[in-house]
Structure formats: C-alpha cells, structure tokens
C-alpha cells in the first residue's frame, strides 16, 4: 500500500511532471529523497495500476478530433464481456466501459467514447462498433456533447 | 467553454512528439533526453516543444496518470434529464460542488452528464443524495462495472 511518501510524490506530481532535464531528481530534490527512490517507487506505483502511464494528454479538439460521441449499447450480458473489449481494442475508442442499466428509463449497459475529425468519420466508426457487436446488441444511441459545462480534475490535498 | 477547436498548427516533430508521448515516458535520469533520442530531436527541443504544447492547450496535462480508485477514491459518471428552461440554474448547483470533476451537457433526455470524483467510495451516495435534494430531480449513477482494455490512441 502507499505510505506517506509515495502520498507525497502523489501530490508533487498531479499537475504534471517539472519541465527540466532531470525532472526526477528535482522532484527527489524537492521532497529529499534520492532520484533513485524517486524513480523506483514511480515505477512501483505504475507495476500496482495506481498510475496508469506516464505521459501526455492531449486535447482531443486541439488535434482536430472535433466530433465525439458517447455511444451507448443495449448489449446481451451473456457476451458483453467478450466484445466490450474488442470495441476497446477499436482505435477510434479512449474509452470504454460496462455500466448498469437503469431500467426502464436505460436500457445501456456498454459505453464507448468514440472520436472523429468530422461527422462522417464519426459515424463510420459507429457502424463498426455496430457491426462488431452485431445480434448481441438490441439497441444503441449516440450522444454528442454540446458543451462543457465544467473540468477541473481531482485533486489530492496530501 | 464552448467545443471549439484550439487553432492548433501542429507540425511534423510536433505530432510525432505527442504520439511518442501518449505511450508513455521513461524513467530515467535523462528521460527527455532518451525521448528526443528516440525521435531525432535534442533534450533542449523536446523539452521546449512539450512546454509550448502545454501553453497552447494542445496537451492537457503531462505527468503520472493516476487511478483514483486504487487510492482507495471513487470517480462515477452520473447523469439528470433536466428540465430545458431550467438547464442553466441546475447547471450552476451542480457545478458548485466541489465533488463535480467534469460537467458535460449531452444531446438527449438524459442531458447532463457528470463525474463525481470523491476521497472514498461512501462519500459518493451522500453527494448524489444531496445533488437530488437541491435539484429535485433523479439522479442515475453509473458506476463502472468492467472496463474495457482502450490501447493507445488518437493519431495526432
């Protein structure tokens, strides 16, 4: 589990990691470790799943991915499982998640973000997802977001 | 915000940098220097490109990705058919709270859509709770259940 050090890393590095040649060793500078230390227990975090990846985020509209969609499924749970993570695995899907329905208001239980740089390839992408999941699915829709109401991100306060 | 493209003019070394960087950094003592390598670039280009992506907001965040729910948190995508003459005052409530991470409203019935990330998983019943009291209107959470492996992604 984390101790109080590897909180700390937490904290030091939710904004991001320091712009410098050695960003670890100014971070192992900053909360008086070694860089080694630093650099180990980044490791052991990421081995956990506590960090997902190191890297970069980038905005989606920046890069020219202007039409995203929330397509949702209405997918048999005998076999959800199974193509949930082929649809993963689409290069067009970030994410891709099973939810419970709330019948009879949502009958969707798979939820995949879809992007594309314009409509049409937004809604090929569609297709593909609907053909993959073929007779398994009994109903989809596609929800696109009209605005961004608000985005901050979480942050730990240490 | 309204989802507008950032008038982004991205160049060859740019998409590169940025694909490289989706997945993921090394951990070593020189990482940039070790990106760069990788890319025919030097430590001092990589390290300028990535600050100017960062200002520009082509890149949202560069560092550790953390999973919330491993950190002992809970993050639940909950969603409101909100009335449309009431959208913006319900809007304003529910973006007040700290717990709201992201607010998205969606073309449907169920028109609004948010993440509530809070510091333990029982918190998120008492924040849901309170939203439907301030509100007056229902709720619907959907907790992941599964989630699906996504590989790396959009091509910049």
């Not at chain 1, 290069?91 to 009958?107: A, E, G, I």
């Amino acid at each position: 589990m984390l101790d109080a050090l590897d909180r700390r890393l937490i904290v030091a590095t939710q904004a991001g990691l320091p712009l410098v040649p050695r960003p670890y060793e100014a971070l192992a500078q900053q909360l008086g470790v070694s860089a080694g230390e630093v650099q180990t227990r980044l490791a052991r975090m990421l081995e956990a799943g506590i960090i997902r990846r190191i890297g970069a985020v980038p905005n989606h509209y920046a890069l020219g991915y202007r039409h995203n969609g929330m397509t949702v499924w209405d997918v048999d749970d005998e076999r959800i499982d199974a193509l949930g993570q082929q649809v993963g695995a689409l290069p067009f899907v970030t994410h891709c998640y099973r939810r419970p329905r709330h019948l009879p208001d949502w009958p969707y239980n798979l939820f995949a973000m879809v992007h594309g740089r314009d409509r049409g390839e937004t809604e090929a992408a569609i297709s593909e997802i609907a053909q993959l999941l073929g007779p398994a699915c009994r109903a989809y829709e596609v929800l696109y977001s009209s605005r961004i109401l608000k985005k901050s991100g979480l942050r730990l306060t240490g | 915000m309204r989802l507008e493209t950032v008038a982004a003019c991205l160049d060859e070394t740019d998409r590169a940098l940025i694909n490289a960087l989706q997945q993921g950094f090394p951990l070593c003592d020189e990482p940039f220097a070790a990106v760069g390598a990788a890319l025919g670039l030097s430590e001092e280009a990589v390290l300028h490109r990535l600050s100017d992506l960062l200002a520009r907001g082509v890149l949202t965040r560069f560092g550790p990705l953390f999973q919330i729910e491993k950190l002992g948190g809970a993050f639940v995508l909950a969603a409101m058919r909100v009335p449309a003459e009431d959208y913006d005052r319900i809007a304003e409530l529910v973006n007040a709270l700290p717990e709201v991470a992201h607010n998205y409203r969606r073309e449907h019935a169920f028109n609004m859509w948010f993440v509530l990330a809070t510091e333990t998983p029982e918190r998120i019943a008492d924040v849901i709770a309170y939203i439907e009291s301030i509100t007056g209107l229902k709720v619907y959470a959907f907790p992941k259940e599964r989630e699906y492996f996504v590989g790396l992604k959009l091509d910049a």
